[in-house]
Nanobody, 120 residues
Framework: QVQLVDAGGGWAQAGESLTLSCAVS????????LGWVRQPPGKEREFVGS????????QFADAVKDRFTITRDNARNTIYLQMNGLKSEDTAVYSC?????????????WGQGTQVVVSA
C-alpha cells in the first residue's frame, strides 16, 4: 500500500497564496485518484479537490474551484495544491488522500495532514 506525505501549509493572510504538496511512496496505479480533503475547526471533513493520476482530470469543491488548482509531477510521484485568494474559511487541516474517488469518499490511504491558517 502506498504512503502519502503531506507538506506545505502554514499561515497566510486573506488574499495570499499557499502551496501544499503530497508525495506518494510508489508509482500510483493508473486508476488511482489523488487529492485533498480538509477539516475546518469544529466541522466535518470535506472534499477539496482531486486529480486522476492517469488522465490528469481534476475536480474541485464549489467553494474552491475558482481559486485552487492541482497539478502532478509524474517523475516525482507528487501532486501539488496551489491555493490562491485564500479566505479565512479555508482555515483547516488539509490531508492528502488516495483511492478510487476522493469526492465520494472512496479512499483508503491518507497523509498525516498539514495545518493551514488564514487570517482575515
Amino acid at each position: 500500500q502506498v504512503q502519502l506525505v503531506d507538506a506545505g501549509g502554514g499561515w497566510a493572510q486573506a488574499g495570499e497564496s499557499l502551496t501544499l504538496s503530497c508525495a506518494v511512496s510508489a508509482q500510483p496505479l493508473g486508476s488511482t485518484t489523488l487529492g485533498w480533503v480538509r477539516q475546518p475547526p469544529g466541522k466535518e471533513r470535506e472534499f477539496v479537490g482531486s486529480i486522476s493520476w492517469m488522465t490528469g482530470a481534476t475536480q474541485f469543491a464549489d467553494a474552491v474551484k475558482d481559486r485552487f488548482t492541482i497539478t502532478r509531477d509524474n517523475a516525482r510521484n507528487t501532486i501539488y495544491l496551489q491555493m490562491n485568494g485564500l479566505k479565512s474559511e479555508d482555515t483547516a487541516v488539509y490531508s492528502c488522500a488516495a483511492g478510487l474517488s476522493i469526492i465520494t469518499g472512496e479512499y483508503d490511504v491518507w497523509g498525516q495532514g498539514t495545518q493551514v491558517v488564514v487570517s482575515a
